[in-house]
T-cell receptor, first 114, second 115 residues
Framework: DTEVTQTPKHLVMGMTNKKSLKCEQH?????MYWYKQKAKKPPELMFV???????INESVPSRFSPECPNSSLLNLHLHALQPEDSALYLC?????????????FGPGTRLLVL | GENVEQHPSTLSVQEGDSAVIKCTYS??????FPWYKQELGKRPQLIID?????GEKKDQRIAVTLNKTAKHFSLHITETQPEDSAVYFC??????????????FGTGTRLQVTL
């Protein structure tokens, strides 16, 4: 399996809702990433997990809460989001054995916050 | 941190012509430079990458060149086809952080190949 999968594909939520995004890979990769991408912009790094430990948090607001339950799964818990958080949320993974590595992206979850 | 600039922001070429996209980076320690293609509504997909120990890499119609001294790298697409139409992002890694790589993306180039 050489793919990163993400669920759901689309999500609409109100500002008081709590929801979660899910990412899964079975390539044995040990590094996993969350990116946020606004229209016509490049992906913007949010979090990096390395060997199931959070290694980078790019000063993301606490209303976004990542979780890595095991080496194949990555979740992003959402709570009290704002309309400006509407975006495409991309998950990616890489082998995690050092730099100069290819990151493989999932198809993304398109989030709309009302 | 790393800063990657990308030009042009839009590029229109006729089918069969070549397309060139250029990027510059700021951190001389960056050592890995991938290029991603993103079609509308789709995920970014790696099309080619280059590591700092080589100056050029080619894969069929796509080639990438790297000039470490000048800190710039370029994507070359020859014999363009309509299916090459997409947004292309260059990227560069910063120094390793533990075992994970941190990519910094350029701002993207929207390539349109016209018939």
């Amino acid at each position: 399996d050489t793919e990163v999968t993400q669920t759901p594909k689309h999500l609409v939520m109100g500002m008081t809702n709590k929801k979660s995004l899910k990412c899964e890979q079975h390539m044995g990769h040990r590094a996993m990433y969350w990116y946020k991408q606004k229209a016509k912009k490049p992906p913007e790094l949010m979090f990096v997990y390395s060997y199931e430990k959070l290694s980078i948090n790019e000063s993301v607001p606490s209303r976004f809460s990542p979780e890595c339950p095991n080496s194949s799964l990555l979740n992003l818990h959402l709570h009290a989001l704002q309309p400006e958080d509407s975006a495409l949320y991309l998950c990616a993974s890489s082998r995690g054995t050092g730099g100069r590595e290819t990151q493989y992206f999932g198809p993304g979850t398109r989030l709309l916050v009302l | 941190g790393e800063n990657v600039e990308q030009h042009p922001s839009t590029l229109s070429v006729q089918e069969g012509d070549s397309a060139v996209i250029k990027c510059t980076y700021s951190d001389s320690a960056s050592n890995y430079f991938p290029w991603y293609k993103q079609e509308l509504g789709k995920r970014p997909q790696l099309i080619i990458d280059i590591r700092s120990n080589v100056g050029e890499k080619k894969d069929q119609r796509i080639a990438v060149t790297l000039n470490k001294t000048a800190k710039h790298f370029s994507l070359h697409i020859t014999e363009t086809q309509p299916e090459d139409s997409a947004v292309y992002f260059c990227a560069a890694t910063e120094l390793n952080t533990g075992t994970a790589s941190k990519l910094t993306f350029g701002t993207g180039t929207r390539l349109q190949v016209t018939l």
